[in-house]
């Protein structure tokens, strides 16, 4: 703790973590979590919430105060990317830090202000994203992230990108990676329970190839585990559930919705491996995740993953089908692959703590405060 470091009053937004948490959800509930445990006296933390039916709760966040108006996320959104109106002093009075938990600014009159970029996906393929991120990222966030006093990112493939192709000078880019869940690993492998998926069903992840995949692991091994596809759906999820439903798949393969993150350790549990194919992941929690639990893992060599997992894991190319259902029977038919897999998994699952990022974050804040 800082105890001789003059006030700073920080803002976070903590919309993201309001309803079920999926990856970027899960980082700011972590982060701000981490950052209430390290505050110095002099500094505070508020937690600013805007929805039209989901309330935040005192206390979610111990030790860090809450900030919630009924107003809905759309029509806040809107007024602030487009109007860059009302400044976030009229919901919060005088703050000194005034942190986006997006790639785009809250407007404020004189705090600071720093936004979190998790990947470029929406500038590659804004196809992929949702009707709002089309229509407000692509289009602000290189401006913004400009005129940002820090760009916060979870990666150093992602820092890089954003450099490079935002243009953000790299001194200007802090990286605070998401840190390893505390869970304690599970004692021994499960050599043929199930394969496990965990993210949303949307098109980055890549699930086309992932249930190619499978059925190919179905004709070369008949034995082969069920597939189970833990993650919430989209507007793009529909060709999905059609598949899975469907020869070759109907009844291998399971849809179990969005899982809790105090639910998920019990997935890892039973799983012989996480497969995650995806074309892009600013960092890929779910590989942490895995490692972290000791369950072997297969990630795609794009993004973040291969800096996340380094030789803890089988890579693949995300649309190399045959590649990997080959990558999923070795960790059925192989032990010793499964086992050294495991076992750098865990050591390297050590490293990513969630009050190192913290202690990042807050010592950046105090320097453009």
């Known amino acids: 703790m800082c105890y001789h470091c003059p006030a700073l009053r920080i803002l976070l937004d903590y919309r993201p973590a309001l309803r079920q948490r999926t990856g970027v959800g899960e980082y700011v509930h972590e982060i701000a979590s981490a950052l209430a445990r390290q505050l110095s006296p002099s500094e505070s933390l508020t937690l600013f919430s805007s929805s039209w039916k989901d309330r935040l709760q005192n206390g ?6 809450v900030i919630d108006r009924k107003i809905p996320v759309r029509v806040l959104n809107y007024a602030w990317h487009q109007f860059g109106w009302p400044p976030v002093e009229r919901f919060a009075g005088s703050v000194d830090i005034a942190h986006s938990s997006h790639p785009l600014l809250m407007p404020a009159r004189a705090a600071r202000q720093v936004i979190t970029i998790y990947d470029l996906d929406f500038l590659e393929h804004p196809e992929r994203t949702r009707a709002e991120i089309r229509r407000d990222y692509a289009r602000l966030a290189p401006a913004h992230a400009r005129r940002a006093d820090a760009v916060v990112t979870i990666s150093g493939f992602t820092a890089g990108e954003i450099e490079r192709r935002l243009g953000v000078p790299r001194d200007r880019i802090a990286i605070c990676s998401p840190g ?4 304690t690993p599970r004692t021994a492998p499960v ?3 199930p394969i496990l998926f965990v993210g949303t069903l949307e098109p980055r992840k890549n699930l086309d190839a992932l249930l190619g995949a499978y059925a190919k692991l ?3 091994d008949s034995s082969a585990p069920p597939l189970w596809l833990a993650g919430g759906l989209t507007d793009a999820s529909a060709p999905w559930l059609r598949a899975i439903g469907e020869p070759p798949l109907a009844g291998h393969v399971t849809h179990l919705g969005y899982v809790e993150s105090d639910a998920r350790f019990g997935l890892y549990a039973q799983a012989s491996m996480l497969v995650l194919p995806s074309h892009l992941e600013g960092f890929g929690m779910t590989a942490l995740e895995a490692m972290t639990a000791g369950v072997p893992a297969i990630v795609s060599r794009r993004g973040a993953l291969p800096e996340v997992v380094g030789d803890a894991a089988q890579l693949i190319e995300p649309d190399d089908i045959d590649g990997l259902a080959l990558a999923m ?5 192989d032990p010793a692959s499964v086992a050294a897999a495991t076992a750098r998994g865990l050591a390297r699952a050590r490293a990513y703590s969630w009050d190192k990022s913290a202690a990042t974050l807050l010592e950046r804040y105090r320097q453009i405060a």
């Open 180 to 183: 390893a869940p505390s869970w």
């Open 329 to 333: 029977k070795r960790y059925l038919d």
């Open 191 to 193: 050599p043929r329970g």
């Open 218 to 220: 179905q004709q070369m």
């Open 60 to 65: 979610t966040v111990p030790g860090a105060s």
